[in-house]
C-alpha cells in the first residue's frame, strides 16, 4: 500500500467539503477530499496537489491521474465553467506529466467572487471512499503545497 | 446500450433535451419534462448521482462528463 500526499494547489483557508456551496462536491458525489477558500488578494496560481500526468484540463478544473491510477480533481471555483475560460491562464497542456507543486493554472478568485460565484477550491480524491483518507488538515489556514490529506492507496 | 446511449435514454430521449453541456464532473441538461427523467435507470447507467431542479437535472458522472456528453450529441 502506498500513502498519497494531496496538496493545497492554492493558499487560503481550509474548509469542510461539506461546506462548499455545490450538492455534487458537498454530498462528495465523485468522491471524498477537502476545499480550500482561497485568499482573494489578486491573482493566484494553483499549483498540482500531486505528481501526475493532467488526463483531463479545463480552464476552471483539472484531473491529475498519478503512476498507479489515483485521480485527483482541482475545480477552481463554483460555477465558473460558466466563465469559458475567461480570467484562467493554463501553464500547461492536457497530457502533460507534471510535478506535485508545478504551475497549471493562473486565475483571480477575487474576480470569481465579484462576478457572484464561490471561488473556494474542492480537491477530490476520485472515486475514494473517506475511509481511504488519513490525516485531513483541520479547518484553517494553508499555503499552497501544505499537505491537505493523504490518501491511502 | 453503451453509457451514453442509457443516459439520453434514462432523461426521457433526444426530444425531451433542451440543452446538455458537459462540465468537470456531470452533465449540466435542461429537459422539456422532469418526469420523463428515471434517476434509477440515470444510477444504474453509471451516475454517481443525480440532482434536479426544475428543468435543470445535473448528471454527476465524473471527468468523463465531456466525453460522454460529445457521445449523447452525436446521438441526437
Redesign the interface.
Known amino acids: 500500500m502506498t500513502q498519497l500526499d494531496v496538496l493545497s494547489p492554492v493558499p487560503g483557508r481550509v474548509i469542510e467539503l461539506a461546506e462548499v456551496p455545490d450538492p455534487v462536491f458537498a454530498q462528495a458525489l465523485v468522491g471524498p477530499g477537502l476545499a480550500v477558500d482561497p485568499v482573494r488578494t489578486g491573482p493566484v496560481t494553483a499549483v498540482a496537489p500531486v505528481a501526475g500526468r493532467l488526463v483531463k484540463l479545463h480552464p476552471h478544473a483539472f484531473v491529475l491521474q498519478t503512476d498507479d491510477g489515483a485521480g485527483v480533481l482541482t475545480h477552481l471555483g463554483i460555477d465558473t465553467v460558466q466563465l469559458a475560460g475567461e480570467g484562467f491562464e493554463l501553464h500547461v497542456a492536457e497530457g502533460d506529466v507534471v510535478a506535485a507543486g508545478d504551475a497549471v493554472v493562473t486565475w483571480d478568485p477575487a474576480a470569481v467572487a465579484t462576478s457572484g460565484r464561490s471561488p473556494v477550491v474542492p480537491v477530490i480524491a476520485l472515486e475514494a471512499t473517506p475511509s481511504d483518507l488519513d490525516g485531513l488538515r483541520p479547518a484553517g489556514p494553508a499555503e499552497a503545497g501544505d499537505v491537505l490529506f493523504t490518501w491511502a492507496r | 446500450m453503451d453509457k451514453a446511449e442509457q443516459i439520453l435514454a434514462a432523461l426521457g430521449g433526444a426530444d425531451n433535451i433542451v440543452e446538455i453541456?458537459p462540465?468537470?464532473?456531470?452533465l449540466?441538461t435542461e429537459v422539456h419534462d422532469s418526469s420523463k427523467v428515471d434517476e434509477k435507470a440515470l444510477k444504474a447507467a453509471g451516475a454517481?448521482?443525480v440532482?434536479s431542479s426544475g428543468q435543470v437535472v445535473?448528471v454527476?458522472v465524473?471527468?468523463e462528463a465531456?466525453t460522454i456528453a460529445t457521445d449523447i450529441e452525436d446521438l441526437m
Do not use: K
Not at chain 2, 23 to 26: D, I, K, S, V
Open positions: 453541456e462540465c468537470a464532473t456531470r449540466r454517481f448521482g440532482i445535473q454527476v465524473g471527468p465531456d
